[in-house]
């Protein structure tokens, strides 16, 4: 069983950056994949960033890449999301999520359904 939770969210402008965090009230993290899901209102869940378990490996959304990146510290039990560049389309509540799977189960459609855990939500809002 694993308890995520999540800090860093808040305000920020467009062009500014915000840094996510997920750490593990319960649990070790370095036994799942990890990623980072956002939820924008009226809209579905969707796919931003995923990470192996030793973390050499990571996917991104492509309305993400090159502006956002994900880190793991294993021996802090805790994963990061770097977000750079924002946009106001960035605005969403972002979730942290693991899975007993591989990170790019959760880079598919519908790779919400291969997350075994999820954190509570943080909520990031970008203005123009």
């Known amino acids: 069983q694993v308890q995520l939770v999540e800090s860093g969210g808040g305000l920020a402008q467009a062009g500014g950056s915000l840094r996510l965090s997920c750490a593990a009230s319960?649990?070790?993290?370095?036994?799942?994949?990890m990623g980072w899901f956002r939820q924008a209102p009226g809209k579905e869940r969707e796919f931003v960033a995923s990470i192996s378990r030793n973390g050499v490996i990571a996917y991104y959304a492509e309305a993400v890449k090159g502006r956002f990146t994900i880190f793991r510290d294993n021996a802090k039990n805790r994963v990061d999301l770097q977000m750079n560049s924002l946009k106001p389309e960035d605005t969403a509540v972002y979730y942290c999520?693991?899975?007993?799977?591989?990170?790019?189960?959760?880079?598919?459609?519908?790779?919400?359904?291969?997350?075994?855990?999820w954190g509570q939500g943080t909520q990031v809002t970008v203005s123009s």
């Open positions: 319960r649990g070790t993290l370095s036994n799942y994949a």
């Open positions: 999520a693991a899975t007993s799977k591989y990170a790019q189960n959760m880079r598919v459609p519908q790779g919400t359904a291969h997350v075994d855990y």
